[in-house]
C-alpha cells in the first residue's frame, strides 16, 4: 500500500519557522516529482512547491519564494518543507504530494497532476 506521511505540522508564532517531512513508503518515488499544497479553511487546495525527481529544480509560488525551501533525500525516499518567516495567513493543511511520471521535472502546479496524496499535517500561525 503506497503512503506518504506528512510531519512536523503545528503551532508557531508569526515569524517563526517550522520543517515538514513527508515520509513515503509501499514504493520508491525518487524517479517521481513531488510537491507540497496547502489548503485553509473555505478556500481550495493550493501549490507551494515542487521539487523534480533528482531534487536540482524546485518551484514555487511567489508568495513563499525566498522564504521556503523544498527539498527530497531519494535514498530515505523522504521529501522536505522548510518554512521560515511564516504568516497568519500561511495556516493552513499542507499535503505533501507525488506524481506518477518517471524522471518527471516538477514543473506541475495543479492538485489533478499529482496522483499520490498524503493525510496533511496542520500548520497554525498565530499573530
Known amino acids: 500500500q503506497v503512503q506518504l506521511v506528512e510531519s512536523g505540522g503545528g503551532l508557531v508564532q508569526a515569524g517563526g519557522s517550522l520543517r515538514l517531512s513527508c515520509a513515503a513508503s509501499?514504493?520508491?518515488?525518487?524517479?517521481?516529482?513531488m510537491a507540497w499544497f496547502r489548503q485553509a479553511p473555505g478556500k481550495e487546495r493550493e501549490f507551494v512547491a515542487s521539487?523534480?525527481?533528482?531534487?536540482?529544480?524546485?518551484y514555487y509560488t511567489d508568495s513563499v519564494k525566498g522564504r521556503f525551501s523544498i527539498s527530497r533525500d531519494n535514498a530515505g525516499n523522504t521529501a522536505y518543507l522548510q518554512m521560515n518567516s511564516l504568516k497568519p495567513e500561511e495556516t493552513a493543511v499542507y499535503y505533501c504530494?507525488?506524481?506518477?511520471?518517471?524522471?518527471?521535472?516538477?514543473?506541475?502546479?495543479?492538485?489533478?497532476?499529482?496522483?499520490?496524496w498524503g493525510q496533511g499535517t496542520q500548520v497554525t500561525v498565530s499573530s
Open positions: 504530494s507525488a506524481d506518477s511520471h518517471s524522471w518527471s521535472s516538477g514543473r506541475y502546479y495543479e492538485t489533478t497532476d499529482y496522483p499520490y
Open positions: 509501499g514504493r520508491s518515488f525518487s524517479r517521481n516529482a
Open positions: 521539487i523534480n525527481w533528482s531534487g536540482v529544480n524546485t
